[in-house]
């Protein structure tokens, strides 16, 4: 059974930086397409990036250039989303995603994910 456990979350002030760590167990020989996604209170879930396995990325435009997704090739299924100058409106609880992928399936934020983990809460104070 995958699990996705997701860890680095905090309290920040608006300018700073935080780095999101998602360690994943329990894959199969699949290849597994991961995200990040987060949600804020009383708003609908957004995505904000995805890695495939080959290392390919994609963002949701509007989170392009502040987040950068990343994997530690050492250490399997682990992945990263570094954010950078936090606005308060970054306020959200983090969430990392993973899905397996056929092999011509997309492998982006708007696609569905079928694992999710616990999410981790950023605060951003001003």
């Known amino acids: 059974q995958v699990q996705l456990v997701e860890s680095g979350g905090g309290s920040v002030q608006a300018g700073g930086s935080l780095r999101l760590s998602c360690a994943a167990s329990?894959?199969?020989?699949?290849?597994?397409?991961m995200g990040w996604f987060r949600q804020a209170p009383g708003k609908e879930r957004e995505g904000i990036a995805t890695?495939?396995?080959?290392?390919?990325?994609?963002y949701v435009d509007s989170m392009r250039g502040r987040f950068s997704i990343s994997r530690d090739d050492n250490i399997k299924y682990t992945v990263y989303l570094d954010m950078n100058s936090l606005k308060p409106e970054d306020s959200a609880m983090y969430y990392c995603?993973?899905?397996?992928?056929?092999?011509?399936?997309?492998?982006?934020?708007?696609?569905?994910?079928?694992?999710w983990g616990q999410g981790t809460s950023v605060t951003v104070s001003s």
């Open positions: 329990g894959y199969s020989d699949s290849r597994y397409c």
């Open positions: 890695i495939d396995p080959e290392g390919f990325k994609n």
């Open positions: 995603a993973a899905v397996p992928l056929g092999t011509y399936d997309y492998c982006g934020p708007t696609r569905s994910f079928g694992y």
